[in-house]
Each structure stands twice: as C-alpha cells, then as structure tokens.
C-alpha cells in the first residue's frame, strides 16, 4: 500500500514541485571517494549545477560525504535540493559535520556539545529518488517550503528518515528503503489491526493495550492505540503509535496490579465495533471521543474490555458482549 501511495502522490505533485515522477530503485552504490576530514575544502565529483532532486545523485553526494567521515560514526544527515550535510561524532565525542554545497565538500565545527544518539551507515538508506520522498510528503503535509530530508534517530535507536518543511508542517516518515510510514485512521479496522501490532512488537505478553479515538477528527494528534509491557520489575513500557507518527516509547515506575495476558486474544473487529457502537450504547450520542481498554484485572480469569465515552462506561467480555456486574 505505501509503494501505490508513493508511486501515486508523485505524479499527482510533479508539476507542483516541478520533479520528475521515477520509481524508487535500490540505493545506488558509488564507488568510495577518498577524502578526509581537513580544515581545507575538497571538490565534489558531483557537478555543482546538478539538483540534488535529480535521481541518484543524493544518494552519490551522501556517499562522498560518509567517505569524507574517515569511518566516523555518523548520526544525522539532512538534504535540500542544494545541499547536504553530514553530522558524524569526532574524537572526545564532539559533533563534527561535512557539507556539500555548489559542489564543495567543506568541514564545519558544531560546536561543543556532547552527543548522545545512534549511529547508522547513510548508505544503507535509499536516496536515490528523493524527488518522489518530497512528492509525497507534499501531498500528505500540504506545504513544499524549504523541505528538507533528514535521517537521524527517531526513537529508542530507531532510525528513519523525514521529511519536514519550513514554516514546520507536519512530519512526513519513511522507512529506510523509502516506504511510506502510512497516516492511520483508528476508525477503520484494518488500520486499528495494524496499530496494535505496531505497538506489540515482539512482546506477546502485555498488561494492557487501548486505543483512543475522537471519530470527529480521526487524524488528530489524541488518537492512539497503546500496549503496556513489564521490561524488568518495577518498570512498565508503553508503546504508542499515534495516528499520524510511528511508535515510540515511554516508561514509568510501577509494580502493575493486572495479569499479563496473551495478545492475541485481542480482536480488533470487536473493538472496532465498539468504538462506533459505545456513544448510542451508553447513551451518549453526541460522544465523538471513545477510550478503550484491554486488561486483566488480577481476580479476572480472563480479560475484560472497557469501553468510555462522555464519561460513561460499558464493561464487555473478549467478545464485546456486556458485563452486567463486572
């Protein structure tokens, strides 16, 4: 689905970003260009004239500026349609960039600042039609000012890449093959399905997993699915993926009260339907927020479902029917 949507939102913009629609390709592979690190600019094989946008020849830049690196670890790169920089961790862990502009590769000093993130080989990312990236991050932001891609740590080590605008819209990600991360929309159960098993993970014990819905605005930043899981005693893992950004996680000191439970146990057709059925079944008509939760009390043999909407509660079993005295 995300190759369609890519393939698609690149000819829908090619006028408006006057970019060319090509279809992603592997990364392009470029022979090693010797350089390093000195104080004194070196000339890039990439003709200054060239549009970074062009396919293929981000992914030849970013190349010569990981050679330029001299096998430091690198932890961020961002890219224009003119430029592109190289951030990598020099000795005594100071951050140190590499910029190409107009054809130039030049050493720049970042500063004093110690850094803490995860490193990554930019190689291994694809580059080699960032046209298309910004195609369809134009369609899904609604903004082509100053954009910019940026592959750096999302969260956790996690690391993707991004496409942002300036004045900031919202965030547009990929994954590291260039595949749209999609927009979910928790109100359609196949996206509500492919929420869950974002924040599942490969955990297939978990204290409590939820989704918050407002289905009057079923792309704003409150609606989430979530998944609770014991990492070591005493700290509980929430994994979260909202509808617009990928997962990411948070923690918190807490000895859980709930039994963990088996995952698949959850059935995202019935919470689905209880998120569109819960307002006219508790009475609450003009509801638009819906809460769901999934947990096993300790004295439970089994989990339950709690469904909220306008203050209101319905206690349900696995299979949504009503718990008259839960």
Not at 87 to 105: C, E, H, K, N
Not at 154 to 161: E, F, G
Request: charged letters at 20%; one cysteine or more.
């Amino acid at each position: 689905m995300a190759r369609r949507l890519t393939l698609i939102a690149a000819s829908v913009l090619a006028v408006a970003v006057a970019l060319s629609a090509c279809s992603v390709s592997a990364p392009a592979r470029t022979p090693s260009v010797p350089a390093s690190a000195s104080a004194l600019p070196s000339p890039s094989a990439i003709p200054a004239d060239h549009d970074l946008l062009s396919p293929g020849l981000a992914q030849q830049v970013v190349a010569e500026l990981v050679a330029a690196a001299d096998g430091k670890p690198v932890v961020r790169v961002v890219i224009s349609r003119t430029q592109a920089r190289l951030t990598y961790i020099d000795d005594g862990d100071r951050p140190r960039s590499m910029v190409w502009i107009a054809g130039i590769i030049t050493p720049s000093d970042d500063g004093t600042d110690l850094v803490a993130a995860t490193s990554f080989n930019p190689n291994t990312f694809n580059l080699s039609n960032i046209a298309e990236l910004f195609s369809v991050a134009a369609l899904l932001s609604g903004s082509v000012e100053r954009q910019e891609l940026q592959i750096n740590e999302y969260d956790h080590k996690q690391v993707l890449m991004t496409v942002t605008t300036s004045p900031e819209s919202s965030t547009v990600f990929f994954d590291r093959n260039g595949d749209l991360i999609p927009r979910l929309d928790f109100s359609l159960e196949e996206n509500l399905a492919a929420g869950l098993e974002s924040v599942y993970g490969t955990r297939m014990l978990i204290q409590e997993a939820g989704v918050t819905i407002d289905s009057a605005n079923p792309m704003g930043t409150g609606n989430q699915v979530w998944a609770d899981v014991v990492t070591v005693p005493g700290v509980v893992e929430r994994r979260i993926r909202t509808a617009t950004v990928p997962m990411f996680q948070t923690q918190r000191r807490e000895a859980p009260t709930n039994q963990p439970f088996d995952r698949s146990l959850i059935d995202p057709a019935v919470i689905n339907e209880l998120i569109r059925t819960a307002p006219e079944q508790l009475e609450q008509p003009d509801a638009t927020t819906v809460t769901v939760r999934v947990n096993q009390p300790a004295t439970a043999d089994e989990p339950r479902i709690t469904v909220d909407a306008g203050g209101a509660k319905l206690v349900t079993d696995l299979a949504g029917t009503k718990i008259e005295n839960p």
